[in-house]
């Protein structure tokens, strides 16, 4: 099941920018965060898209929404100027950031590549 993230779950979940300066994800499993808007066209053919992965992926990949619109402060932090903007955080090294709606094979693409040690 994807989960609804704001400012504060953010810090406490993924990463606190204002106690880091150097980027130190603080999860426990790779995540991937959508940002998106309810208005968005793109967006609402990746919600289910991420619904189906959260199933097959559970308990070996967090997945995390971010509404655009309710947390802007967090959408500027990662330089999101277009949605949905799509971040892939492995447990080590930096996210990578997709822009655009990913078809479901791009999306099992990127995880095999980036989160293998998790997911296998």
């Known amino acids: 099941m994807t989960k609804h993230l704001n400012l504060k779950d953010f810090k406490e979940k993924v990463f606190d920018y ?38 097959k992926y559970e308990g070996k990949i967090d997945i995390y929404k971010v509404d655009t619109e ?24 930096q996210p990578r950031v997709s822009m655009g709606a990913l078809p479901e094979k791009e999306f099992e693409r990127i995880i095999a590549e980036l ?3 998790k997911v296998e």
Do not use: H, N
């Open 18 to 55: 204002e106690k880091e300066k150097d980027w130190k994800y603080q999860g426990e499993l790779p995540a991937i965060i959508d940002f998106y808007a309810d208005w968005c066209g793109p967006c609402r053919m990746v919600a289910p898209v991420l619904d189906r992965l959260s199933t």
């Open 70 to 93: 309710k947390e802007q402060e967090l959408s500027a932090m990662f330089g999101v100027q277009s949605i949905p903007t799509i971040v892939f955080i492995p447990m080590d090294g």
């Open 115 to 117: 989160f293998t040690e």
